[in-house]
């Protein structure tokens, strides 16, 4: 996958309250998609890209599990590990399918373990709400993890053996195809593959955006 100049893309409190009541199972929302796959897949990029092309609010569900927790993922893993921070994700989730209900037209990016979470992936697939998978030879996926690593400073525990990298990927990747749709992102633009899943979905472009939810 390439910027749109044409370069290689680098990758990048729960409270106590009652869980809110979800849309019925088979309900369809027309104003929104979730991206799916891997780390290094480009979910953020290419969402973003979407939301531009049609005017929509894009948002990342990790930035808003830490807006929540007051804390960073990484932080909510070191301190209170990968159970507690599943809750809040899934939460999240929740909140974000409830407000949809509301008409802001919105892509979401998902964590690269979210959609492998089985009620969090039978909760989006009950609900009608397309999903995306965005798909990529593991062999870029580690080297575009490893550029947005080094360009960043970040230290990615994952990213210490391919090994380990290929079989999480390879572990994940079948839960990934039960999106319903792959786009396939080597060697293209992200506004080609965002493109792509305008036509592939019938996504049409808003006059006016509005600033409700906006996560940016």
Known sequence: MKKRSGQ???ARKRTGVRRKRLPA??????NAVFLVGFMGAGKTSVGRALAE???WVFEDLDDRIQQREGR???EIFRDSGEPAFRRSERSALEQVLEE???GVARIV????GAFVQEDNAAMLLASGVP??????PVEQLWERCNQQASETGTE??????????RDLHTNRRQHYLKAGVKIMTDSRTIDAIAAEIAEKLGLKKIAIRTEQGDAE
Do not use: H, W, Y
Not at 25 to 30: A, E, I, K, Q, V
């Open 156 to 165: 990615r525990p994952l990213l210490k053996s391919i090994e380990e990298f």
């Open 25 to 30: 199972p088979g309900s369809t929302f027309g």
């Open 109 to 112: 990016a998902l964590g690269g």
């Open 100 to 102: 949809l209900r509301g």
């Open 72 to 74: 960073t993922v990484a």
């Open 8 to 10: 290689p893309v680098g």
């Open 131 to 136: 999903t995306v998978f965005l798909d990529a």
């Open 53 to 55: 092309q049609l005017n």
